[in-house]
T-cell receptor, first 113, second 116 residues
Framework: QKEVEQDPGPLSVPEGAIVSLNCTYS??????FMWYRQYSRKGPELLMY????GNKEDGRFTAQVDKSSKYISLFIRDSQPSDSATYLC?????????????FGQGTILTVHP | GAVVSQHPSWVICKSGTSVKIECRSL??????MFWYRQFPKQSLMLMAT?????????EQGVEKDKFLINHASLTLSTLTVTSAHPEDSSFYIC????????????FGPGTRLTVT
């Protein structure tokens, strides 16, 4: 079993839809959770960074963490064609992990006009 | 802020030659830099972690003599692929963090290496 599971999709939605992206994890040592957006042949771009359970909102993006269920989500409101990309969840532990991130497989999202 | 650059963005080399890829943090001091490898439609695989002035820590299965990493300053890390083979063809991405714990990592745009 992988430490981080993410449905690779692909996911196709119409413009304006609410998108829900999810990851589950098995390592209870993970404390920091991130969502990255990666356009084709580009490096990942940090979208959201969270530590505690609960919700964090930034513009059209909301990150949700449920540590008890080992489940994280990213919601995109009013999705736009420019949101079409691969979305990667990533997480890491604290202490001596020295920043080593464990990534999900990535979900390919297409928002069509 | 938090801009990371990589050079070159794309390189083609012949088998047996060496290729150097640079990773620079443009507007912050990168205490820690990470090098990843990504195959098409796959996620990122961490190759090594380097702290400025220290030897890099390689992940299991990554040949340290083949993938030489140098982190000589707080704004520059280099990855040298030595004696490249076609199977080394991949997308190489670096990331940088301003803290030793790597709380937030900012990624470079990646370098596409093709070995013929």
């Amino acid at each position: 079993q992988k430490e981080v599971e993410q449905d690779p999709g692909p996911l196709s939605v119409p413009e304006g839809a609410i998108v829900s992206l999810n990851c589950t994890y098995s390592n209870s040592a993970f404390q920091y959770f991130m969502w990255y957006r990666q356009y084709s042949r580009k490096g990942p771009e940090l979208l959201m960074y969270t530590y505690s359970s609960g919700n964090k909102e930034d513009g059209r993006f909301t990150a949700q963490v449920d540590k008890s269920s080992k489940y994280i989500s990213l919601f995109i409101r009013d999705s736009q064609p420019s949101d079409s990309a691969t979305y990667l969840c990533a997480m890491r532990g604290g202490g001596t992990s020295y920043g080593k991130l464990t990534f999900g497989q990535g979900t390919i999202l297409t928002v069509h006009p | 802020g938090a801009v990371v650059s990589q050079h070159p963005s794309w390189v083609i080399c012949k088998s047996g030659t060496s290729v150097k890829i640079e990773c620079r943090s443009l507007d912050f001091q990168a205490t820690t830099m990470f090098w990843y490898r990504q195959f098409p439609k796959q996620s990122l695989m961490l190759m090594a972690t380097s702290n400025e002035g220290s030897k890099a820590t390689y992940e299991q299965g990554v040949e340290k003599d083949k993938f030489l990493i140098n982190h000589a300053s707080l704004t520059l890390s280099t990855l040298t692929v030595t004696s490249a083979h076609p199977e080394d063809s991949s997308f190489y991405i670096c990331s940088a963090s301003g803290t030793s714990g790597g709380s937030e990592q900012y990624f470079g745009p990646g370098t596409r290496l093709t070995v013929t």
